[in-house]
Every structure is written in structure tokens, then in C-alpha cells.
């Protein structure tokens, strides 16, 4: 970045609190009481992110005389769940091409259930009356290099010719009538396969629905310790226990209460900041007018998106792994990322130069080798897990709950029998290996994004083995 350049960057973050725009809400709820004492239940679900929260809603929807309690270890949607950059999308598989590279039998099969998922949300949100600022205005993904454009053309061909609709593709012209960047070459536009919405907000709806159908929820109470007791599991948390026939674990991130699957995810730090409102001078030199949520192509791609006061979110390129996995609030912040995205930003829109961020947060990710939600039980059936979202779990955790549920049942259900949730993705090694291999993909990436997207040996490598790292 060139000093003047930096500098214009660095004071448009003079003011930007360090927290996350969603949960600086003056509607933030309060926290609730912790767990004292013992506490027996039908159900035990632990985590209030969006798994947690969607799995207590759907267990008490399914059966309402179930007997659930969902206990947190801070507070309600405080962790990705109220982080994140807002995109609701159908896919369950970290998009359409990911899936079609690991399950190309049932691709079909994911897709139709990704769809009735965004679906059941929307309505889900409508129902308990969920004030989240849901917009169903669907993702543009952007191409910012001529390679990224001719890959983005290919793909809507070979979705056309597989039967995949929904997805108009956009030439330059046609993408700056929606958006305008000067950077922007063209895009693909899925009109109906993402929603928009305050993630916070959600997470805290879902919580007074659970409210409202006599879920029992503590906050301030980790999980500590997972054990058997009799037919059942008691789980120990710092001022109690509670007694459960069942347990379902929606930690994510998190350490896993069942050890053996903590080798199956790793946490990559994420960044994002927010702007001021835009005045209307600012907003139509944009021309934002469909408020669609956009995505670059590269590797080390943006998310940005409008909210609900027309202030720009802007996150993603810096994709951080802490040597060891290590979780740290230190690490939720981290300036020469801000300065970087800041600086990225004005290279996009030029037409908003003097524009200040009010916000910049960071946070962790759960990711998996696969990209997309692993399934599982534990101690014969009575405890089940759902983890390794990678980024795209605000509309996933749904069916991930879905899938939970119908483990902890013993069902065989259309989710059950899919390869996606009957299988593992391949475990990441032990430190050093899992830095060294994680740091030389980042770099790989960077370099095929500077040389018209060829991947090196290294990637396609990882390629071969399923290890296909795009993002």
C-alpha cells in the first residue's frame, strides 16, 4: 500500500470500536442466571450459538413435552454466532462446487434439502415474529481478474447444463447497474440461495423462542466434564451438574467434550469491519440498489454486504491460524489486518474516500478439512455432535440440529442416510505438521491468486487428497 494510501486507511479507523458491530445493540439482552445446583432434563444441549439454540427450538418443536436445557458457557450469540457477516445460505456444503467435488451421487439431494432449510428459517423467523432484518436478495460472487471471470462464465455453463437454476450470470456492465466498482469485470448472481440478516438479532430470537416453549436456559455455565451416569449422562458444570438422557453438544470451536473429535477441527481467525451509514450522496454513487450480498472470487476473497441502516460490512482476506489452535480474545483483535481490509475497501469503492469505519472485530472459525459440517455420537448413541461449519453455519446449524436430533432418536431419516453425514472429513495432524501445512496453503493460495489462479503442486496435492482449500 502506498503511504498515502495507508494513511487514508489508518484514519478511517481512528474511531472503530473493537467489538463487533451485531452485539453492540442497546436491545442485547440480558444475561440470564447461572446453573446452581443439579438439574435433570430429557435433553441437554450445550451452546447457545445457532446450533445449540436451533437444536433446543427444533427438540421442543418436535416433542413440546420434551424436557430441554440448554446451558451456555458465556452468553447467548456471543461467539460466531454474533460475529459473523450476516450471509444466510441454503448450501449445506460450502457451496455448490464443493459439494459437487466430494458427493456428486447426492448433490442433488443436498442442494433440495439446503433449499427447504432456508426456507424452514425464513419461515421460522416469521413465525416467532424474530425481528433479524431478514432480506432474501440472494449473493453476487464477483470477479475482480480475467481468469475469475472466464472460471465464473465456465461454472454457470456447467450449472445450465446440469439443471442447476436460479443463477444469472452478469458481464461487467450488467454487475455495475447492481453495484458499481470500478474493480468489478462480472458475476454470478444467485437470486433466491442466501439471505441476509443482523446475525446477533437471530441468535437472540431464537433464545426467547426456546424461552417460550419452556426451554430452561443458563448462562454463565460451561460444560465441564462429560460423563455416564446409569442410563443417562451427567454433565459438570462449575456450580452444579445436570442429569440428562440425552446430550447434544453444539460447541463447535469450542474443545469438545467428546476428545476424540477435537483433532477434526482447527480455529482460523476472521476479520471484519463495519462502516458508518452511508448518506444517500454515498450510497448512490454505488448504486447498491438490491442490496445483495457480494463476494469476490480470489482465494483470499472479501464478503461485504449493506445492513438494515446501510452501513458496509466488509471482512474476509486474512484468514489467521494461531500456532496450536490456540483460543485467545488477544487475538480478536488485530490491527494490521484492519489496516489491510481498510485499505482494500477504498481500492473497491474509490467513490467513498473520506468514509470511516465505525467497527472492526475478529473472531474464530470451526474448520474441517471438508469445509462443511461433520456429523457423530458418542457413548452408545446418548451424546451427539454437530462441528466444523468453516464459515458458513448460519443457515447450516439448522439441519446440523435436524441431524443431531435424529441421531439422539435412533432414526434413519433422509439426513441420516446421506454419505455427507454418515462420514468424516480426514483429521488435521499434530503441531508442527498442522501449522506448517495450513501456513504453505495460505501462501499457495496467495501466489495462485497473483499468477491467474494456478495452483502449484502443493494445492493440487491437497486436491488430490480432498484437502481442496479454495477459501
Keep these: 500500500m502506498a503511504p498515502v494510501a495507508m494513511s487514508t486507511a489508518a484514519q478511517s479507523l481512528a474511531d472503530a470500536k473493537p467489538l463487533s458491530f451485531w452485539l453492540d445493540d442497546p436491545g442485547r439482552p440480558e444475561a440470564l442466571p447461572a446453573l446452581t445446583g443439579d438439574e435433570h432434563c430429557d435433553l441437554l444441549v450445550i451452546g447457545a450459538g445457532y446450533s445449540g439454540l436451533w437444536t433446543a427450538l427444533l427438540a421442543k418443536e418436535r416433542e413440546p413435552e420434551r424436557d430441554v436445557v440448554l446451558i451456555e458457557g458465556h452468553e447467548t450469540g456471543w461467539a460466531a454466532s454474533g460475529r459473523n457477516g450476516g450471509f444466510c445460505a441454503s448450501s449445506l456444503t460450502h457451496g455448490l462446487p464443493n459439494g459437487l467435488e466430494r458427493w456428486p451421487e447426492e ?9 427447504r432449510n432456508l426456507d424452514a428459517i425464513e419461515e421460522a423467523v416469521a413465525r416467532y415474529g424474530i425481528d433479524c432484518e431478514f432480506e432474501r436478495t440472494g449473493e453476487i460472487d464477483v470477479a475482480t481478474q480475467p481468469h475469475q471471470l472466464e472460471e465464473l462464465r465456465e461454472w454457470h455453463q456447467e450449472l445450465e447444463r446440469r439443471g442447476f437454476d436460479g443463477v444469472e450470470f452478469l458481464d461487467g456492465d450488467a454487475l455495475r447497474a447492481h453495484v458499481d466498482s470500478p474493480t468489478f469485470l ?58 440428562a438422557r440425552r446430550v447434544a453438544l453444539g460447541t ?28 444517500a450522496d454515498q450510497l448512490a454513487a454505488i448504486g447498491w440498489k438490491n442490496r445483495q450480498g457480494l463476494g469476490d472470487s480470489a482465494n483470499q476473497f472479501h464478503y461485504f454486504r449493506l445492513s438494515a441502516d446501510n452501513r458496509i460490512l466488509w471482512g474476509g482476506y486474512d484468514a489467521i491460524y494461531p500456532y496450536g489452535g490456540r483460543l485467545s480474545a488477544d487475538l480478536d483483535q488485530r490491527p494490521e489486518t484492519f489496516l489491510k481490509l481498510a485499505g482494500q475497501f477504498f481500492e473497491c469503492f474509490p467513490q467513498l474516500a473520506g468514509v470511516r469505519f465505525s467497527h472492526a472485530w475478529g473472531g474464530a472459525i470451526d474448520t474441517c478439512s471438508r469445509f462443511s459440517a461433520f456429523f457423530g455420537t458418542a457413548h452408545q448413541g446418548r451424546v451427539a455432535y454437530a462441528a466444523g461449519y468453516t464459515g458458513l453455519g448460519v443457515g447450516a446449524t439448522r439441519f ?5 436430533l435424529d441421531l439422539l432418536a435412533g432414526e434413519r431419516t433422509e439426513r441420516t442416510m446421506l454419505e455427507m453425514v454418515r462420514t468424516k472429513p480426514m483429521p488435521f495432524p499434530p503441531e508442527p505438521l498442522a501449522w506448517a501445512g495450513i501456513e504453505l496453503t495460505k501462501r499457495s493460495l496467495a501466489r495462485a491468486d497473483d499468477n491467474g489462479g494456478h495452483r502449484n503442486l502443493w494445492l493440487r496435492t491437497m486436491d488430490r487428497m480432498g484437502l481442496g482449500f479454495d477459501s
Design 400 to 404: 446440523g440440529a435436524d441431524v443431531m
Design 252 to 279: 463447535n470451536i469450542f474443545p469438545s467434550l467428546v476428545k476424540r473429535v477435537r483433532p477434526y477441527t482447527v480455529p482460523v481467525y476472521d476479520y471484519a469491519l463495519m462502516t458508518e451509514p452511508l448518506t
Design 186 to 243: 462480472g458475476g454470478l448472481w444467485d437470486r433466491r440461495g442466501v439471505a441476509m440478516l443482523h446475525p446477533a438479532k437471530l441468535a437472540w430470537g431464537l433464545k426467547q423462542a426456546c424461552l417460550d416453549l419452556g426451554v430452561r436456559i443458563y448462562e454463565h455455565t460451561r460444560g465441564l466434564e462429560l460423563a455416564r451416569t446409569g442410563t443417562g449422562m451427567a454433565v459438570r458444570t462449575p456450580y452444579g451438574k445436570v442429569l
Design 107 to 115: 448433490i442433488k439431494k443436498l442442494e433440495e434439502l439446503g433449499a
